[in-house]
């Protein structure tokens, strides 16, 4: 016993001096990045594992010069990558402990990351007060730019929250369907009442008079929806909408299926697309997906998307879906505005002022096309958005996406100064949909 | 008069010297060791639970009590002042504890340690259906004054330090003057043989109900000051896996001394930081291989290694 407790206390003691060894200071010649998403928890499946994998794959070929113009220079301006990437699971107060450590005790140059909307609304403020450049890529609240009005240090490459549904309300009118009852079921969470309140609001503005059936707030995890899919089925409306996500959503799909809840009637389901390879033909044909922007399927044919989507499948087994792009095109802008910030000035780390300066108002090349951080004063993206529907190839055993309707960014996006729920109230004044 | 014996003169200076540190190790380290040692706050809380032969896995409960006081303090009441903030915490926990108190009181092991979960939960579940308050998002939390003092960045990190390490420190010779009391003792006594009490004369129940409102106030203040360093707070501080934690790191520490759950809090701090620095995808693993093995090698807790050396000597 005594020699254990010895040894026991020899190990603390290395522990000891280990905690106390002080890490080298990004000084070794590399641009040192953290990158911040869920390797654990119910969030790591079906959004932390596909970013991670993204980004593991885009930081190799940066490293290696690999990857097409405009970003055929090696790493970032010259400098080898080296990323420092932390669990985002654990919660808000855990995360702001890691952030510090991140900026004080690794000297990040730059941290990209978080999914979760209370993790980026607790990490805001702490990276304006540590100037550290901050790149959101996930989190959708809004938020963000409405809690942080003067952004310094913090971008988000991602989209808003309510440009899902503000959208999912357009493609359903759009698409000629009928729509006079709408059901709804969300997580009973932050997330799910948000996206349920724009998307209610916003299908009221297009088609006044629409009656709302039922709204069903199932607690998060929950995995069992029978009586929720009952009650949605007896209410009879002619749209479901969820903004259910993962082992959530997918249990969703497979037990309405089941009960014949999604035939003869429309269902939109905002976060689907991240589930388009693991459906396997048990989501009925004609359930309409949202990718939360133009990624994973959404995403255009270009030269990096294409080189995108067969680097990723070199290197992993399933079809990198929307968080794998959402990863990488936060990556990339990152690169852009270094580069544009270095000015030239190969092998330097830019100084973090220039740095945020640069990247406000850029406009970036990415694997969803150009993207433009032209609001909340240059630091929020802008881009379009789309919803198609799933369909399912028995023969090719191959998921594919049909009757894609895209938007403009300025369709679906409230503008600077307004928050998007007084934006649809007052009937999207300003909107440029093309027709 | 006081009787000052070893433990204080150390606990005095430990807090003493934590105090001076703050001026000169980084700010991430002082930022860990602000919230290692607000949660050890809790966990005094917990211990002082334990000592009583009470388990509770709802602390969460008040320590939401004592963030959402100086959150919401700051943001509707206008009330800026971190002393005034954290009192206001605790008093609120006090309250709702005198209230719950009188019921918990009628419960023992692993009955107290399930209602005191599914209280907290019911907390949890109220905050995430209120929107105005975001939900699961949370809400961030102004910048506090300090006794009508503000600070910019860098003083109000250390100047929060200070305040946590004082008040850790103080809260800690508190207890460990209120363990060596007959109250303390009587505590004790109910852990060992509850109907003996009652033949002294004594009721247990009213003696667990005080045990009940101290532990309440100590997560409050722990939990305001979590709320003030990170500067945001959410649902999550109640749930039940936030009082898992403060039950791990005192099984961690050990009981049998107030400074226990300040070493413990800090150790498990650093571990935590440091796996997931170095094995993010198995971090809570190697949290796990911890508990397991101070529990095989050192069932008594941290503290153990402490008090057999002292019996090696004598």
């Keep these: ?435 | 008069m006081i009787h000052i014996d070893r433990s204080m003169v150390g606990l005095a200076a430990a807090t003493l010297i934590l105090a001076a540190a703050g001026g000169f190790v980084p700010d991430w380290l002082a930022f860990i060791l602000t919230l290692a040692l607000a949660k050890a706050l809790v966990v005094q809380g917990v211990v002082l639970q334990m000592r009583a032969g009470l388990v509770s896995f709802g602390q969460g409960l008040f320590f939401c009590v004592g963030g959402y006081a100086v959150g919401m303090g700051g943001h509707f009441f206008g009330i800026n002042d971190a002393p005034v903030l954290l009192l206001a915490g605790a008093l609120a926990a006090v309250a709702l504890a005198a209230v719950l108190g009188l019921l918990m009181t009628r419960y023992r092991d692993i009955f107290f340690a399930m209602l005191s979960l599914a209280l907290s939960m019911i907390l949890f579940g109220v905050l995430v259906k209120s929107s105005e308050l975001g939900s699961t998002d949370g809400f961030n939390v102004h910048p506090a004054t300090f006794f009508g003092l503000s600070f910019k960045t860098e003083a109000y990190k250390t100047a929060l330090y200070l305040l946590t390490v004082l008040l850790a420190g103080g809260g800690a010779l508190v207890l460990h003057l209120v363990h060596h009391s007959g109250l303390g003792r009587m505590w004790e006594a109910i852990r060992e043989n509850e109907i003996r009490v009652e033949y002294l004369g004594l009721s247990p129940r009213w003696l667990l109900y005080a045990n009940y409102l101290l532990a309440a106030a100590f997560a409050a203040l722990g939990g305001g000051l979590t709320a003030l360093a990170t500067g945001h707070i959410d649902p999550e501080m109640s749930f039940w896996t936030t009082s898992g934690e403060f039950v791990f790191i005192a099984l961690l520490g050990g009981t049998s001394h107030v400074a226990a759950p300040m070493v413990a809090a800090v150790l498990f701090a650093f571990v935590r930081t440091y796996a997931i620095e170095f094995t993010p995808h198995t971090w809570q693993m190697i949290l796990g291989f911890v508990l397991l093995g101070i529990i095989v090698f050192l069932p008594k807790g941290l503290w153990s290694l402490v008090r057999s050396e002292k019996r090696a000597k004598a």
């Design chain 1, 1 to 435: 016993m005594k020699n254990i407790v010895q040894k026991t206390l020899a190990v603390m003691a290395a522990a000891g001096t280990l905690a106390a060894m002080p890490v080298h200071a990004a000084e070794n010649g590399k641009f040192r990045v953290g990158v911040v998403t869920f390797l654990s928890g119910a969030a790591a499946g079906p959004f932390g594992v596909p970013s991670i994998n993204g980004a593991k794959v885009l930081v190799d070929a940066l490293n290696q010069g690999k990857v097409p113009a405009p970003y055929n220079v090696k790493g970032i301006n010259g400098l080898e990558i080296e990323t420092v990437v932390i669990d985002e699971n654990g919660g808000a107060t855990k995360q702001v402990e890691e952030f510090r450590n991140l900026a004080e005790r690794h000297k990040v140059d730059a941290v990209v990351g978080y999914i979760s909307s209370g993790d980026c609304l607790a990490i805001s403020p702490v990276a304006e007060e540590l100037g550290v450049p901050t790149v959101f890529f996930d989190c959708g609240t809004s938020r963000l730019f409405e809690e942080n009005k003067t952004p310094r240090y913090v971008f988000r490459t991602g989209l808003d929250a309510a440009i899902d549904n503000i959208a999912a309300a357009r493609y359903l009118v759009d698409s000629g369907r009928k729509v006079e009852a709408i059901a709804g079921i969300q997580q009973n969470y932050a997330w799910g009442q948000d996206s349920w309140g724009d998307f209610t609001a916003a299908i009221k503005q297009l088609k006044p008079g629409v009656k709302v059936t039922t709204e069903q707030f199932p607690k998060i995890f929950q995995g069992q929806y029978g009586a929720e899919i009952s009650a949605l089925a007896l209410s009879n409306p002619d749209v479901i909408h969820s903004s259910f996500w993962g082992g959530d959503m997918e249990a969703l799909v497979l037990q309405g299926n089941a009960r014949g809840l999604f035939d003869k009637r429309s269902a939109i389901l905002t976060c689907g697309e991240s589930a388009l390879d693991r459906f396997k033909g048990q989501a009925s044909n004609g359930l309409i997906v949202g990718g939360r922007g133009p990624f994973g399927a959404f995403a255009p044919k270009n030269t990096l998307s294409d080189w995108f989507h067969a680097a990723y499948m070199a290197k992993n087994e399933i079809e990198p879906t929307y968080p794998a792009y959402k990863m990488v095109q936060a990556i990339l802008g990152l690169k852009a505005a270094a580069e544009k910030a270095a000015a030239g000035k190969a092998g330097t780390v830019p100084g973090k002022d220039a740095l945020v300066g640069a990247f406000s108002n850029l406009t970036f090349e990415s694997v969803s096309g150009s993207v433009n951080m032209s609001r909340a004063k240059g630091h929020q993206a802008l881009q379009g958005i789309a919803y198609g529907e799933y369909h399912y190839d028995a023969k090719t055993k191959k998921a594919s996406l049909k009757n894609i309707k895209a938007y403009a960014g300025e369709c679906v996006t409230p503008p600077d100064g307004t928050t998007a729920g007084e934006w649809i109230k007052a009937g999207f004044p300003g909107a440029k949909c093309g027709g």
